[in-house]
């Protein structure tokens, strides 16, 4: 058995195959998921677990270099704007209008469904490059 982080078997093999530049989104409940979609559904019930949640666990075992959030969520969510200008202080952040993100889902490796039902809670990540010079600066530490 692992020892400490993610113990999400489906999680874990898709976080373990990310390659550098690989895409992946973290979504709210209600996200409409692509059927043909690799999903890992975490959402036990409305709200729980919180999108961050997912996120700040998911930053413990990954390197992401660019991030990307609807614009929708700048007016509309109480959570998500602050918390990507916190967390990802060396990252590429992006907007776009939320129809856009949703197709940015259909083309992404993988899903990871949270519960959470905060407005526009969702967040499409990138993944960056293992090499030592490159990755420099954007691991993100547990707070």
Known sequence: MKKTGIINK???EQLAGLGHTDCFL??????P???DAICIDLAIRFGEPGLTD???????EVIVEEVAIAEE?????RILPDYVEKRFRNQRISTLPQKELAECGKNAKFIVRSGDVEPY?????TA????????????????
Do not use: H, M, Q, T
Not at 54 to 60: N, R
Not at 121 to 125: A, F, G, V
Not at 130 to 143: A, C, F, H, M, Q
């Open 128 to 143: 960056a490059s293992g090499v030592e010079k490159y990755r420099r600066g954007l691991v993100i530490e547990p707070d």
């Open 121 to 125: 809670s969702n967040i499409l990540l």
């Open 10 to 12: 489906k999680l874990c």
């Open 54 to 60: 997912c996120v700040d666990a998911i930053l413990s």
């Open 26 to 31: 973290v979504c709210d409940a209600g996200f």
């Open 33 to 35: 998921v692509p059927r």
């Open 73 to 77: 969520s700048l007016e509309n969510n």
